[in-house]
């Protein structure tokens, strides 16, 4: 692989650094020290695997590590001052901050992008006249991942949550990705918020785009216009990977606190959404990554507030919580996975259990953790990759 950052090129093959076009000569420890962070970029690397990845696990010093580490930042023009390429955070390791771009994979006249590689941005028209924004990257099986709440095709690429994410099944798939209506950079002056109206959206851009046949990855609220569209075109459907779903919106469920849930939601971001550093924002966005980093947390709420206007964050919540697929369920004839963290507070497990159980054949994945979003810094970060590259065939 070729790594291309600002400036900068590693070529794994050859060995070879080079800064401004220029050979760099490194330690052999110090090159492949940088060729661990920049493949871990999505991610914090500790010190132990540090050692287990660059010395085979051998009895290492920290000043040792401290040493190379330095040697590294010098070598592509960092300090440890500015931190711009190799940030450390104390107590828990390194990680590979600046851009990155895999140079082993080009572009192709499709508007692909490499994986890990931002999206060309492309528009297409709604049932209703809706403008959507969609884009695609990397190579492979098409991949639809079906909008949610609440993204920007721009900024998700900048977001320590979403570009790992995106990052990882652009490496292995064409991801085609868009904003849903009212959000991002798709019209928001828009009226219709109904699950026909989000269904029809998927269905414009996957026509736009010229997919006949694909997969579909869905998050939250993205599974009940999923499912929906899968039992209507089952012809057009491989496969569904539904991540943290429902079939039905907690201002229909039968549980009083689920219907007090959905009301406190609201109420956070009537009075909150406004406001940059609003601690409402903070209460909402660490409630869907409750064991997110400090800079996830506040990357989310910061996202949230470039992807959706206070009135349009409000409607949008309310129609989601108002979404019911339960008889469509039995329809679905495409392979399906679920995938849904056992501790979720936004969508109880119980959510992810009935679906699979209603789902014919579908096959249930449990993560072990309390995050909506699946974050790059916890266990449940491979098992959900592997679970995806499982089904979804490669």
Not at 16 to 28: A, F
Not at 122 to 136: K, L, N, W
Not at 281 to 305: N, V
Not at 368 to 384: C, G, I, Q, T
């Amino acid at each position: 692989m070729k790594y291309d950052f600002p400036d900068s090129r590693i070529d794994t093959e050859k060995r070879e650094l080079r800064v401004g076009g220029i050979l760099r000569d490194v330690e052999p420890q110090v090159f492949d020290l940088l060729v661990v962070l920049i493949e871990n970029r999505h991610r914090v690397v500790g010190r132990d695997e540090l050692v287990e990845k660059v010395w085979a696990g051998r009895v290492v010093s920290e000043a040792t590590i401290d040493a190379r580490i330095n040697a590294a930042r010098r070598a592509v023009g960092d300090s440890g001052r500015t931190q711009s390429i190799i940030r450390t955070f104390p107590r828990r390791g390194f990680r590979f901050v600046a851009e990155v771009v895999a140079a082993a994979e080009d572009s192709d006249a499709r508007g692909r992008r490499p994986g890990g590689s931002p999206p060309e941005i492309h528009f297409c028209t709604s049932f209703d006249g809706t403008t959507i924004a969609y884009g695609r990257s990397g190579s492979g099986p098409p991949l639809l991942r079906a909008g949610h709440w609440l993204t920007h095709l721009q900024h998700d690429w900048h977001c320590p949550i979403w570009q790992p994410f995106l990052g990882e099944l652009s490496r292995t798939y064409h991801v085609l990705q868009y904003d849903q209506r009212a959000n991002g950079l798709s019209d928001w002056n828009v009226e219709d918020l109904s699950l026909e109206a989000f269904v029809t959206d998927l269905e414009a851009v996957a026509d736009t785009a010229g997919l006949d046949r694909f997969a579909i990855i869905a998050s939250s609220q993205a599974v009940p216009v999923s499912i929906a569209f899968a039992a209507r075109f089952p012809e057009r459907v491989t496969h569904l990977v539904l991540h943290g779903g429902y079939a039905k919106g907690r201002l229909l469920r039968a549980e009083a606190a689920e219907r007090e849930k959905a009301e406190v939601h609201l109420t956070l971001m009537r009075h909150g959404w406004a406001t940059p550093g609003s601690p409402f924002l903070q209460a909402f966005s660490s409630f869907y990554i409750p064991d997110g980093t400090r800079e996830q947390i506040e990357s989310l709420a910061s996202q949230q507030l470039l992807s959706a206007s206070p009135e349009n964050a409000v409607r949008l919540r309310r129609a989601f919580d108002s979404f019911d697929v339960t008889e469509l369920l039995p329809q679905v004839s495409a392979p399906t996975l679920v995938i849904h963290a056992r501790g979720d507070a936004v969508q109880p497990f119980e959510q992810g259990r009935e679906l699979a159980a209603a789902i014919r054949g579908a096959e249930l994945v449990v993560l072990e953790s309390r995050n909506h979003a699946v974050l790059p810094h916890e266990p449940a970060w491979s098992v959900f990759f592997e679970a995806v590259r499982r089904h979804v065939p490669c």
